[in-house]
């Protein structure tokens, strides 16, 4: 910045004059009052670091950031709303250097949903961001199928397959193929590639409508269903 200093006055000829004189000055930050996110997280799918790690500035009330500033900022993170929270995963504490915490190996595990991670440095005012936490890869699946069953008739409720997480969040993109079979029956209903199969939906393989059926001697059964990938899961019925 430059300062300029003027002064007016009249001479001895009583003739009026002005002279200036200038000085350059560096303004430096003020104390340091508060957090702000200057770069915000991004990428929240679960079990996995963020895409885009946050950075936070210490700063003074008029928004300079402190450059001198070694504060030790935190991060935690909790639900908004209803929805179910855990803990982050990562370093959730770094001090700042010339005043700018730079995270780098934050990520999220649970449930999907909207989350607030919340910045904290002693004395100072926090800052917040809310995100989304999305499903992660495909971990496993979970069928729902009814346990009793009439011999060569069509399952009055038919199974219904999810693709999962490791979480038990609903892998939504996915459309894998789900193979119904039986090692101890003859499974019948629709066919694709020559198996009792179907592609999920949105994660999910409804089998509503693929007239799925068991023929065999009456008693226990199982019902195996499978995706490439991930573990055969067994259901028993009768």
Do not use: E, W
Request: aromatic residues 6%; hydrophobic residues 35%; without cysteine.
């Amino acid at each position: 910045y430059t300062l300029t200093f003027s002064v007016t006055y009249t001479d001895s000829n009583s003739v009026s004059q002005t002279k200036t004189a200038t000085q350059v000055v560096t303004l430096t930050p003020g104390d340091a009052t508060k957090l702000a996110v200057t770069t915000q997280a991004a990428g929240f799918a679960n079990r996995t670091t963020f895409s885009t790690q946050p950075v936070i500035a210490v700063k003074d009330a008029y928004d300079n950031t402190v450059t001198t500033s070694t504060a030790s900022v935190a991060v935690a993170v909790t639900a908004v709303g209803t929805a179910s929270t855990q803990g982050l995963t990562g370093i959730t504490t770094k001090a700042a250097s010339s005043g700018v915490a730079t995270f780098t190996d934050l990520g999220k595990t649970g449930l999907i949903g909207t989350k607030r991670l919340t910045f904290t440095s002693t004395g100072l005012s926090s800052d917040t961001q809310d995100f989304t936490l999305t499903f992660g890869a495909a971990h496993h699946i979970t069928p729902v199928v009814t346990n009793t069953l009439v011999n060569d008739t069509v399952f009055a409720t038919q199974p219904v397959v999810t693709i999962q997480d490791q979480d038990g969040n609903t892998v939504g993109d996915s459309t894998a193929t789900v193979t119904l079979t039986s090692g101890d029956a003859t499974i019948g209903g629709t066919l694709l590639n020559s198996a009792v199969a179907m592609n999920a939906v949105n994660g999910v393989a409804n089998f509503s409508g693929k007239n799925v059926k068991l023929t065999g001697t009456v008693g226990a059964k199982t019902l195996t269903a499978t995706v490439s990938g991930l573990t055969a899961v067994d259901s028993t019925v009768t």
